[in-house]
């Protein structure tokens, strides 16, 4: 049962604000949030679906993993200690996690950096400057990471940079040529930024046109160097294998709070980064990775970090007011419990079938 607490309206457009700048597929906000009496509710909107760079929903779910990281965080800045319960309710697997209202606590000064971080976050999707992330920055994004049930791996040395090479060459022309792919891909860019304050989708302004891995997106003009140029090119840079173990919902939604704490950290820290995913949705480059990095479970995803050798803007978001859903009529009824849940009073950030696209 969680405790009484009434959302004022200043509330309620912190955490609305803090929920629509997470990070999602293609920018798609895949989400809704609903407050009620002591609780705080997102969940997860299957309608906004990607069939050909998505078709199992894994990115989804990663995007709202870290939409709950954010709605968490924006509670604990608020003062409002937090008991959160993923994929709660078996009957209703919409419901993404529920955060119950636990007492109050003190923001730290993660909590208060981080959310600070939320509004200057940015998909980079463009090459890093010549200066690299110093060993204590990656120590301390490591540390971010740590989340339960979730491995983060920092690529050292020739030999795992051009296995990444390899596998992301071979995946890189597959999207190329993926005609449903980049049919996909092209809704989902906006072109006229100018009249697309709102919304959701890519700036088209935000995809470089350059080569790999700096893209990130592959499109069918995206130029595809050869393996050695491409390794050479991912060992200037700080790269992070995210995996774990399963492969279910509840592990790629952990996977994508884990992300998001270490997002928000990079950017207090100076840095930006920009997460890749489409790689692995073919079973043989997720295979033959976890392979070649002797990785203890599946990869996720993939996160470049590195400082920025120039601006990027900033991708439309939903109105907030479009985030909300009506909240439930008894107001202040209680969660199920399937185990999936943790009570977080303290440091929020403490150092915690063929996927194949189309062809």
Not at 150 to 177: C, I, M, Q, S, W
């Amino acid at each position: 049962m969680s405790e009484r607490h009434e959302w004022s309206a200043g509330e309620t457009d912190v955490l609305a604000r803090a929920v629509v700048r997470a990070p999602s597929v293609h920018n798609t906000q895949p989400w809704s949030l609903e407050l009620a009496d002591g609780q705080a509710a997102l969940y997860e909107r299957a309608d906004l679906a990607l069939p050909f760079h998505d078709p199992l929903g894994r990115d989804r779910s990663i995007s709202c993993g870290a939409a709950v990281e954010h709605l968490e965080l924006g509670m604990h800045v608020l003062g409002v200690a937090t008991d959160l319960r993923l994929l709660p309710e078996p009957g209703d697997p919409a419901v993404v996690a529920r955060l119950l209202v636990a007492g109050s606590r003190v923001p730290t000064d993660v909590d208060l950096h981080r959310y600070s971080a939320i509004a200057r976050r940015r998909s980079y999707r463009h090459r890093f400057a010549a200066t690299a992330v110093s060993g204590y920055a990656r120590k301390d994004l490591l540390a971010a990471a740590s989340f339960e049930g979730v491995t983060v791996k920092p690529l050292h040395g020739n030999a795992e940079f051009a296995a990444l090479a390899d596998v992301l060459e071979y995946a890189g022309v597959a999207a190329r040529a993926d005609r449903g792919y980049q049919r996909e891909l092209a809704l989902w860019t906006i072109r006229d930024e100018s009249t697309h304050e709102h919304g959701v989708g890519i700036a088209g302004s935000a995809l470089p046109a350059s080569t790999l891995p700096w893209a990130g997106i592959v499109r069918a003009r995206t130029s595809v160097p050869d393996r050695q140029t491409l390794a050479e090119r991912l060992a200037g840079e700080t790269v992070l294998v995210f995996g774990t173990a399963g492969d279910t919902r509840i592990d790629h939604i952990r996977v994508g709070m884990a992300m998001e704490r270490t997002w928000l950290a990079a950017v207090d820290m100076g840095l930006v980064a920009a997460v890749q995913t489409q790689p692995l949705h073919l079973s043989e480059v997720r295979a033959s990775l976890a392979t070649s990095l002797g990785l203890p479970g599946r990869p996720q995803l993939l996160m470049r970090v590195g400082h920025a050798a120039g601006p990027v803007p900033q991708s439309p978001r939903r109105r907030e007011a479009e985030l909300l859903r009506p909240p439930p009529g008894n107001g202040n009824g209680t969660s199920g419990d399937n185990g999936n849940h943790r009570r977080a009073g303290g440091d929020s950030g403490a150092p915690a079938a063929r996927a194949a696209p189309r062809r």
